[in-house]
């Protein structure tokens, strides 16, 4: 699309707002991915707080709003980067506490990298590959119609609409996480004794968060499937199996359920993971080659004075290699200071760039077809650490105890990498559109990547002071599992046996999906949606899948395109998101964990407000665009 002549694009204002919601939305993810383990984007909240906001200013545009979303975007992907993988270095006991320069520096320079990393790849991903990036369609569709309503009432409207969603969210949030009101899901395990003499045990609940629903909703009902779907396999079939078979004797308890699916079933998970995000760069490779040679000729035709439309300037590829060049100095210098050794030290930072180019490369390409929400990041990041961990091993031998820590902050920098990447290209997909200039939209993005970067490791401090991360209440799963992975290959004590079978069925996965794909089936199997679900506890899933529901009953079945649900769905998220910050805050000042007072026995008021904010989220989801807020 040709860029509209004279419209602001990179302003003071655009920068101050974007570094702001950078900051903020990154501290909102952040919460988000260590209570729940996904995070989801934050294009379109942004989007609509910085047309809220811009409209207060004479002279605003569209390209100067979608500047401020690229880079608020920015630090909620940072956000996914960091609490998958930096909280693992706490609960395996390297760092006693969190190193604010450290995090700063890892997940700075990764994420600049991932920007450098999608430069090459933006032609061929976006215009010629015409994929579709979900998010970054719907952002330029809200940016779009916010531009035709300046002047209207509709620009307040929407972002009243998340203001409201976000309230309940936070208020829901702060009578569960606050005041304590009722517990964080309804869930229960149960069983019988088997003819063997032993105890067959199942597992199953329910979360009782409404950001879950909101996720459940942005994702679709194709995804909340195959997540309940990976859920059941581990919690209602291969955990009631392995009990059987291992002959548990104890009693039937949720304590028991969690104990079991913790060090043997989640592992499915990661044998699925790491066939998926084998099996996406296989796919990526001929559009990886095909990208590179566009973006060379491209730039050699502006070396030779050939004059290119704004729309079509990147950064110049001379930048890309030279600041790829010099990000590589600090990474060498900190992973020197844990692995000890020059030449491992060497080779693992070699490794860490293939990695984080090839990784980049999948998240961006993933992102194109199920979108940044979807975007399975922790299975990339598990398949770096675990070949991380074999590679150190052969280097440095099975007694090294920096070897997990090291395998963990290059799985780090890889997952910062890739969690830009596949958020720039959406954002770039969204310019597209909107006829915005690249180069200018990559600058953003670094600007809100740099800032995030430096607010992320306080974010950390203060959610482990108030709530300990690897708690019930932040059990950060995805860090968990990287933790399990990068100890577990130099202690000789993973369940590969698990590994193998969820590697199996991963295999089997990919026959299906392509199976549908020959067919032209509108639902599809993923393989990394599923492997989510095998790896996440079930009542994390369920209000998800429910989610899901609601979008089908109001999108899909109906036809309806309101972006009212979605609006909704976003400000559930980031209120309680939000929230679960502020209700934190107190405690890390007062550093007593009994701040809130504790009041309880409400289970069924959680139950039925929950219940409430769904049928509100289906019934505002129904409103076409027409109808009243």
């Known amino acids: 699309m040709a860029q509209k002549k004279g419209l602001l694009e990179i302003t003071v204002k655009s920068v101050i707002l974007g570094i702001l919601l950078s900051v903020i939305l990154a501290a909102a993810n952040a919460y988000l991915g260590l209570f729940a383990g996904m995070?989801?984007?934050?294009?379109?909240?942004?989007?609509?707080?910085?047309?809220?906001?811009?409209?207060?200013?004479?002279?605003s545009s569209i390209l100067e709003n979608n500047i401020v979303q690229t880079a608020a975007s920015a630090g909620e992907s940072?956000?996914?980067?960091?609490?998958?993988?930096?909280?693992?270095?706490?609960?395996?006991?390297?760092?006693?506490?969190?190193?604010?320069?450290?995090?700063?520096?890892?997940?700075?320079?990764?994420?600049?990298?991932?920007?450098?990393?999608?430069?090459?790849?933006?032609?061929?991903?976006?215009?010629?590959?015409?994929?579709?990036?979900?998010?970054?369609?719907?952002?330029?569709?809200?940016?779009?119609a916010g531009d035709e309503a300046r002047g209207s009432k509709d620009g307040s409207k929407h972002l009243a609409m998340i203001l409201k969603a976000g309230l309940v969210g936070g208020l829901l949030k702060l009578l569960q996480q606050g005041f304590s009101m009722w517990n964080q899901a309804a869930e229960a395990a149960f069983g019988f004794r088997n003819a063997r003499g032993g105890k067959t045990i199942f597992g199953f609940g329910g979360d009782l968060s409404p950001a879950l629903?909101?996720?459940?909703?942005?994702?679709?009902?194709?995804?909340?499937?195959?997540?309940?779907?990976?859920?059941?396999?581990?919690?209602?079939?291969?955990?009631?199996?392995?009990?059987?078979?291992?002959?548990?004797?104890?009693?039937?308890t949720l304590d028991t359920a969690n104990a079991i699916w913790s060090s043997q079933i989640r592992y499915l998970g990661v044998g699925a993971m790491v066939v998926g995000g084998l099996w996406s760069i296989v796919k990526l490779f001929?559009?990886?080659?095909?990208?590179?040679?566009?973006?060379?000729?491209?730039?050699?035709?502006?070396?030779?004075?050939?004059?290119?439309?704004?729309?079509?300037?990147?950064?110049?590829?001379?930048?890309?290699?030279?600041?790829?060049?010099?990000?590589?100095?600090?990474l060498f210098l900190l992973y020197l200071d844990?692995?000890?050794?020059?030449?491992?030290?060497?080779?693992?930072?070699?490794?860490?760039l293939i990695f984080g180019f090839l990784f980049s490369a999948v998240a961006g390409y993933m992102g194109g077809l199920v979108g940044s929400s979807n975007n399975p990041i922790s299975g990339v990041t598990i398949a770096t650490i675990l070949f991380s961990s074999l590679i150190l091993l052969l280097l440095m031998g099975k007694g090294s105890p920096e070897g997990a820590a090291g395998a963990i902050i290059i799985g780090a920098v890889v997952c910062c990498a890739a969690s830009i990447a596949g958020d720039n290209l959406q954002d770039l997909k969204a310019g597209y559109l909107l006829g915005a200039t690249p180069w200018k939209q990559?600058?953003?993005?670094?600007?809100?990547?740099?800032?995030?970067?430096?607010?992320?490791?306080?974010?950390?401090?203060?959610?482990?002071?108030?709530?300990?991360?690897?708690?019930?209440?932040?059990?950060?799963?995805?860090?968990?599992?990287?933790?399990s992975v990068a100890q577990g290959v130099f202690e000789g004590n993973l369940p590969w046996n698990m590994i193998a079978i969820g590697a199996v069925l991963g295999i089997a996965i990919i026959v299906a999906d392509i199976l549908l794909e020959k067919r032209g089936a509108s639902f599809r199997m993923p393989v990394l949606a599923?492997?989510?679900?095998?790896?996440?506890?079930?009542?994390?899933?369920?209000?998800?899948?429910?989610?899901?529901?609601?979008?089908?009953?109001?999108?899909?079945?109906?036809?309806?395109?309101?972006?009212?649900?979605?609006l909704f769905a976003s400000g559930l998220i980031t209120g309680e998101a939000l929230m679960g910050i502020l209700v934190a805050v107190p405690i890390f000042v007062t550093a007593n964990k009994a701040w809130w007072p504790?009041?309880?026995?409400?289970?069924?008021?959680?139950?039925?407000?929950?219940?409430?904010?769904?049928?509100w989220l289906y019934v505002t989801a129904r409103k076409r665009n027409g109808d009243e807020l």
């Open 286 to 330: 001929r559009p990886l080659i095909n990208g590179i040679k566009a973006s060379l000729n491209a730039h050699a035709q502006s070396d030779r004075g050939v004059e290119m439309a704004s729309t079509e300037q990147d950064i110049s590829i001379k930048w890309v290699i030279g600041i790829v060049a010099v990000s590589s100095i600090p």
């Open 39 to 59: 995070t989801v984007s934050a294009s379109i909240p942004a989007a609509v707080i910085s047309m809220g906001i811009l409209r207060f200013f004479k002279r």
């Open 442 to 483: 990559q600058i953003m993005q670094i600007v809100g990547t740099v800032s995030a970067a430096f607010a992320l490791g306080l974010t950390l401090d203060i959610l482990h002071t108030a709530y300990t991360i690897g708690s019930e209440t932040l059990s950060a799963p995805q860090a968990t599992l990287m933790m």
């Open 213 to 252: 629903l909101g996720v459940g909703y942005i994702i679709g009902l194709n995804i909340s499937i195959l997540m309940i779907a990976g859920g059941l396999i581990s919690w209602m079939i291969v955990l009631p199996i392995y009990s059987t078979i291992t002959g548990q004797t104890g009693p039937i």
């Open 78 to 144: 940072l956000a996914a980067g960091v609490i998958f993988t930096i909280p693992a270095l706490v609960l395996m006991g390297y760092w006693t506490e969190f190193d604010y320069i450290a995090i700063a520096e890892m997940s700075a320079v990764g994420g600049i990298i991932g920007v450098m990393f999608t430069i090459p790849l933006r032609r061929a991903l976006i215009i010629e590959a015409k994929l579709t990036y979900p998010e970054g369609v719907a952002t330029a569709e809200v940016l779009k």
């Open 338 to 352: 844990v692995l000890k050794s020059v030449p491992v030290t060497l080779i693992m930072t070699v490794v860490m």
């Open 598 to 615: 504790h009041i309880g026995g409400f289970g069924w008021l959680g139950i039925v407000l929950f219940t409430l904010v769904a049928v």
């Open 530 to 566: 599923v492997a989510v679900g095998l790896y996440l506890p079930i009542s994390l899933s369920v209000p998800v899948f429910i989610g899901g529901l609601i979008s089908y009953f109001t999108k899909e079945r109906t036809k309806n395109e309101s972006k009212k649900g979605l």
